[in-house]
């Protein structure tokens, strides 16, 4: 048994658990110890489940050994901490949820237990995914792998740090605005959201319910796809799934990349993009070009007004969803109200952190009587108008590239008390769930020893053409094997 | 009740409870009267992470009540979230419909004038909403107890104009409206477990006012006698502030039956603002013309076409029609009865059916459904009326015996000797023994006092314990007198 089992891919692990290198249970093992060892410092996870995780590998090993198993029994996992695990705290990194178990599996959690996962633990995020640098969990901020000093980004922090920091191969994520792509750009990850409808919602914390979708972290696009179709599908507790069939996306992965058309939006290369970032992405590009791939100039008129849509739609959303959480049934209740109204307003108040009390107040003010049409009905129009430039776009073009973010990880506290230049971080990234589109970032090159990721955007569905070129692109080039010192 | 000088214009909105088999977004059961909290999943619970799905028999019982009124079927409707804060409604907002609900602009006609006339009364929409929980303060100290088994019932919402001019009026609209979605078997009706409740808007203005009242609006009314109580009360406080000088505020009251009288309950200011926005869980509903067919086809007979069908077929009146089609059972009850009988006896049947039948089930407490005597039974009983075998005295105890569970009304009569005498030699005798015995009331009734004819009646029929058929008693009667 080797030493270095988190440096292996998904694929390379499976092959060990098969070849009986190694067992499921001793895989765990080696995980959770390397959580011990370091997560007192990156702060990845919020609670570490280890007797449910060595349970679930013993279970892959009888598995292993019926020769029932699949492509991803006994690979573990970690599940971000707004993903319902039955019998499991779920905390959505609030004080609110501090002492509430699940009382049932997210579809994305069944579906993957049943593929066999090892899930390790649940991961930290910001307050009920509301935040792009994990500073706003209750529970601290996950620290990026490659820089202790400096964020792991949002809201999936601390998935993209427990990948990053060697924690565990894959991570589950949600992506309301760019929460899985940002901090899988910053950490150095292979990030998808996949279209609006792929994966279930149920059992996910809303945050916003016409934004949100599931996704995941892997060091490469080749495990990401594994991770994908064991996540994907419909499911009829979700009435906004979609009814499309799951491909195998490990065998999309073949697509050639040679013929592809790739769309440069002018948009997402203009001011505001650090230069160094930019040079990397636009490297990307001629990698591209390189490998076969057509590049086209295109344009996406409507873009630059993403985040200011995105910061009405969201936060209304998120106001009408978070209303549930009132100190009545389970989560935080206030001590001794003295009447309904205290209860509420102390519940509420101690439960919820600033940003999250800010959003709520935002939402309210955007769906107000007598606002309503300026602010949020305004936004939705800005929204179809969005959604209508990527549709023109890719008439075109197959995929759109572009950079995840505007600068690499930036340190942490740095951005606490601007809270709108924090939104900006977002700006590349919103339009795709504006638009319910796919959309993946991956590493491609590295700023001043901290890793940058390009974005590349699909057409609905087209989560295996994403996963394709990236994969081709991971052929071609090495920044996706690179790694923290931590993760070495 | 009538307020000279004023005139009352009232709308209501009626929350009717779909009897689906389980709730509209989740698969938990509707069954009325369980224990607390364990007809509640975690949907209705509002736990985090759940997602509501649309139950669609929901949907086709809206639609079916949709067609029932004459009303447009929206081709798409859209679900929205209502939002207040109450320890009732677990998610802190309610869904509900908004700018788009599933039916839209019908009409239910009402009698009045004992059925004489009938007024359009239009209804603005019918809207799908999911029931809330409710709120539990006996039996607790110093809190409140929530039971959320209600919460996620089906609703339809229907609100009327304002085209009501009285309490009379809003009360017969209801009636109608209970009867309606009995009939279509989409409600079980029963107003003591809140099936079916009703908020009313009230306003009163001068008579030629072209300028509506401000309106109060009285919440949780669920009998049709507060209902009735509340409006008069508020319709007689609205016109005692007014004619003092005051104005009306605009505000939410709430009846007290106890004490018969309403109370404010929220003012304007307290209004709340609900930020209504389209729930983003949840689909727009598509009904396409084929669906709406679909429903179409099965819809039962309507009271309307029913009462109509009787008064034409049977030569009913208006007022036997509207009260035989009130029930769909009851009008069941009633053909069977006509059909065993023949249409020429159909005005005996009604009379039966809203007489002793009716009396006794009320008696009972009970539905037509479960009425002691069947229309086989009743019909046996009444051919032997017809045939002046009995008396339609003597029917009615007859009909109390099979109540009570004895036999058919054959077996009754043969059994207690109740046969009608027809035999005109033994009611002669009767006859003359009367005459013989009344010597002051010939002597009156000769003298022309006509009144004592029903002395000498009453006394053959005494005599006779009931038996003698009345036609020969009377006809003897007056030839030997």
């Not at chain 2, 017809?386 to 059994?415: P, Q, R, Y």
Request: proline share 4%; hydrophobic share 40%; net charge negative.
């Amino acid at each position: 048994m080797t030493n270095a089992l988190h440096t292996l891919s998904v694929s390379e692990l499976a092959q060990g658990l098969r070849d009986k290198s190694y067992s499921a249970v001793e895989l765990a093992e080696h995980f959770l110890a390397r959580i011990k060892a370091h997560d007192g410092h990156i702060n990845a996870l919020i609670t570490c489940t280890e007797n449910e995780a060595l349970d679930d590998a013993r279970r892959a090993d009888a598995a292993l050994a019926a020769g029932t198993a699949g492509a991803l029994t006994g690979i573990p996992l970690v599940h971000k901490d707004i993903f319902l695990t039955e019998g499991v705290r779920t905390t959505c990194a609030s004080r609110m949820l501090d002492n509430f178990v699940a009382p049932f599996d997210a579809t994305v959690v069944a579906k993957l237990k049943q593929a066999g996962v090892v899930s390790l633990g649940k991961a930290n995020m910001d307050e009920f995914a509301m935040g792009s640098s994990n500073e706003t969990s209750y529970y601290g901020a996950s620290r990026n792998p490659w820089d202790a000093e400096r964020i792991a980004g949002g809201s999936s922090g601390g998935s993209a740090a427990a990948v990053a920091a060697g924690f565990a191969p894959l991570a589950t994520g949600t992506d309301t605005g760019g929460s899985v792509r940002q901090p899988a750009a910053l950490t150095g990850l292979t990030g998808l959201k996949p279209t609006y409808g792929r994966c279930s919602r149920w059992g996910i914390v809303a945050f916003a319910s016409s934004l949100d979708q599931a996704g995941g972290f892997a060091r490469s696009a080749e495990d990401l796809a594994l991770m994908l179709g064991a996540m994907a599908g419909f499911d009829p507790k979700d009435s906004t799934s979609a009814q499309q069939d799951v491909p195998d996306y490990l065998a999309e992965l073949a697509q050639p990349l040679a013929g592809i058309k790739i769309g440069r939006p002018r948009e997402f290369f203009a001011a505001g993009l650090d230069a160094a970032t930019g040079a990397a992405v636009d490297a990307a590009i001629e990698q591209y070009r390189q490998l076969g791939a057509e590049i086209v100039d295109i344009s996406l008129p409507n873009v630059g007004l993403s985040v200011p849509t995105y910061y009405v739609v969201a936060p209304a959303e998120a106001s009408s969803n978070l209303a549930r959480f009132d100190g009545v049934r389970y989560g935080h209740r206030a001590d001794s109200p003295a009447d309904l109204k205290d209860l509420y307003s102390r519940s509420r108040g101690e439960g919820f952190g600033r940003e999250v009390q800010r959003r709520i107040m935002i939402g309210a003010y955007v769906l107000s009587h007598g606002y309503y049409d300026a602010y949020y009905l305004q936004a939705q129009k800005v929204r179809q108008l969005i959604a209508a430039d990527f549709e023109r776009a890719f008439a075109d073009v197959d995929l759109i590239i572009g950079p995840t973010t505007p600068t690499p990880a930036y340190k942490l506290g740095e951005k606490n008390n601007d809270p709108v230049t924090m939104y900006l971080d977002d700006i590349y990234t919103v339009s795709a769930n504006l638009a319910g589109l796919p959309a993946l970032s991956a590493p491609c090159g590295m700023v001043e020893g901290l890793p940058v990721g390009m974005q590349l955007i699909g057409p609905q569905f087209a989560e295996g053409r994403l996963l394709a070129a990236t994969h081709a692109y991971q052929q071609a080039t090495d920044w996706h094997l690179q790694r923290a010192e931590v993760a070495q | 009740m009538s307020y000279p000088g004023w005139e009352v214009v009232i709308g209501l909105e009626v929350h009717v409870q779909l009897k689906t088999q389980s709730k509209i977004f989740s698969g938990a059961a509707t069954t009325y009267g369980a224990e607390a909290n364990r007809q509640a999943c975690a949907i209705d619970l509002g736990f985090p992470g759940v997602l509501p799905v649309l139950n669609q028999q929901a949907v086709e019982m809206a639609v079916k009540f949709g067609l029932a009124v004459d009303a447009q079927i929206a081709e798409r409707c859209v679900f929205a979230r209502k939002h207040y804060f109450y320890p009732d409604l677990p998610k802190g907002y309610q869904i509900s419909q908004y700018e788009l609900p599933i039916v839209a602009h019908g009409h239910l006609d009402i009698s009045t004038d004992g059925g004489e006339t009938s007024k359009r009364i239009r209804i603005l929409r019918a809207h799908l909403e999911e029931d809330a929980g409710k709120s539990v303060h006996e039996g607790f100290e110093a809190a409140s107890g929530i039971d959320l088994n209600r919460a996620g019932t089906p609703l339809i919402e229907v609100v009327s104009e304002p085209d009501l001019r009285s309490a009379g009026e809003a009360v017969a609209y209801l009636k109608k409206l209970h009867s309606l979605v009995r009939y279509l078997e989409i409600c079980d009706g029963n107003m003591q477990e809140g099936s079916f409740r009703c908020d009313a808007n009230v306003s009163v203005r001068p008579v030629g006012q072209e300028e509506l009242g401000t309106r109060t609006e009285t919440k949780n009314l669920y009998s049709f006698r507060f209902v009735e109580k509340a409006i008069e009360f508020e319709i007689e406080r609205q016109i005692d502030v007014l004619e003092s000088g005051g104005s009306v505020d605009q505000e939410t009251r709430l009846f007290d039956p106890d004490k018969g009288e309403t109370r404010t309950m929220r003012s304007k200011e307290e209004a709340m603002d609900y930020r209504y926005f389209p729930d983003p869980d949840l689909l727009p509903v598509v009904c396409d013309g084929a669906f709406v067919s679909s429903i179409r086809d099965v819809l039962p007979e309507l009271p309307e076409a029913r009462r109509t069908r009787f008064m034409a077929s049977f030569g009913l009146p208006a007022y036997d029609a509207d009260a035989l089609v009130a029930e769909r059972d009851l009008a069941a009850y009633f053909e069977a009865l006509v059909a065993a009988l023949g249409e020429d006896n159909a005005k005996l049947a009604a009379n039966w059916c809203l007489g002793e039948l009716t009396a006794s089930l009320n008696e009972h407490n009970l539905d037509v459904a479960a009425s002691a005597v069947t229309p086989d039974a009743l019909a046996g009983l009444l051919k032997r009326v017809l045939d002046n075998t009995v008396s339609g005295k003597i029917a009615k105890d007859v009909f109390a015996a099979m109540w009570a569970g004895e036999d058919d009304a054959d077996s009754v009569i043969e059994a207690r000797g109740l046969k009608q005498i027809t035999d005109s030699g033994a009611i002669e005798t009767l006859v003359d023994q009367v005459i013989a015995d009344s010597p002051a009331q010939v002597e009156q009734y000769r003298s022309g006092k006509d009144k004592v004819f029903g002395y000498f009646v009453g006394q053959v029929m005494k005599l006779s314990k009931g038996k003698a058929n009345p036609g020969e008693v009377n006809r003897l009667l007056k030839s030997k007198l």
